[in-house]
């Protein structure tokens, strides 16, 4: 039977056209969510629109589109999940635009959104959600060696400046008194289901001699999906146990883990 349980809230969600973010849109489509999805792919975004989603075609680093589609779509949910695709490689070859590309598309995307909460404004009692990846949590969880992620560049810190942002951003909404909560979103497992996830498991995997599905296996268990995942972010928003958290570990097989409060 179709969940309701998110009937009527307004969720707005960048870089919703594609993987994670199209099955986040479509888990909370399938709860009765009125949702809106932001991408640059005007096809990919037709196709989305046909299963009822509304869409927005621009860049999500965009502040002024940002600011204009938060006002015009009035999200009780805002999702920022737009990012770049992650060039790998040694620090000592990637140049600065390669290393960068996280910080120019994942943390600009999420400045712009972050913004745009507080300009357009949201309503008092609006949700702000970033994506962000285990990999932020690499310098904190004794489990990770902090080499093992050597080939990641910029990547590892640009997804924790996304976690730091939004406790920034709480900071602010309280001081000012706005009723606005920001989240972070963290999987805590690579997903061969998204074309990262892929790319990553085939590196690490060809230095190992083994194959990407035994990589992930070895080092994760059972494969979180990016289906998982959209029902995942669909019960954070339709569950109160997780209404005053500000970042949850997403993991296959268990219920969102408050990683801090």
């Not at 997804?159 to 709480?170: D, E, G, R, T």
């Not at 230095?207 to 990407?212: A, Y």
């Amino acid at each position: 039977m179709t969940r309701t349980d998110l009937q009527g809230c307004r969720i707005l969600i960048t870089g919703g056209s594609v993987g994670l973010g199209r099955e986040m849109a479509e888990a909370a489509l399938a709860r009765g969510a009125e949702v809106a999805v932001i991408a640059r792919d005007r096809a990919r975004l037709a196709e989305i629109e046909r299963l009822g989603a509304r869409t927005f075609a621009g860049d999500a680093t965009d502040a002024a589109f940002m600011a204009a589609s938060v006002r015009e779509a009035k999200p009780d949910v805002l999702i920022l999940n737009a990012g770049a695709p992650l060039a790998m490689g040694p620090i000592d070859e990637l140049d600065f635009v390669a290393f960068s590309s996280s910080w120019n598309t994942d943390v600009k995307a999420g400045l712009a959104g972050i913004q745009a909460a507080f300009h357009a404004p949201m309503t008092a009692g609006s949700r702000i959600l970033l994506m962000s990846s285990g990999a932020a949590m690499v310098l904190s969880a004794a489990h990770i060696p902090n080499q093992s992620l050597y080939l990641s560049g910029g990547y590892v810190g640009a997804k924790y400046m996304l976690w730091f942002m939004a406790h920034n951003a709480n900071a602010v909404a309280e001081k000012r008194g706005l009723g606005l909560h920001f989240q972070v979103l963290v999987p805590t497992q690579l997903m061969a289901g998204t074309e990262l996830g892929r790319k990553v498991a085939a590196v690490y995997a060809d230095l190992k001699g083994i194959t990407p599905e035994t990589y992930l296996e070895s080092r994760y268990g059972p494969p979180l999906t990016p289906a998982h995942l959209g029902k995942q972010v669909a019960d954070i928003l339709s569950d109160p146990r997780y209404r005053s958290g500000v970042a949850y570990g997403l993991t296959a097989g268990e219920e969102p883990m408050g990683l801090d409060t």
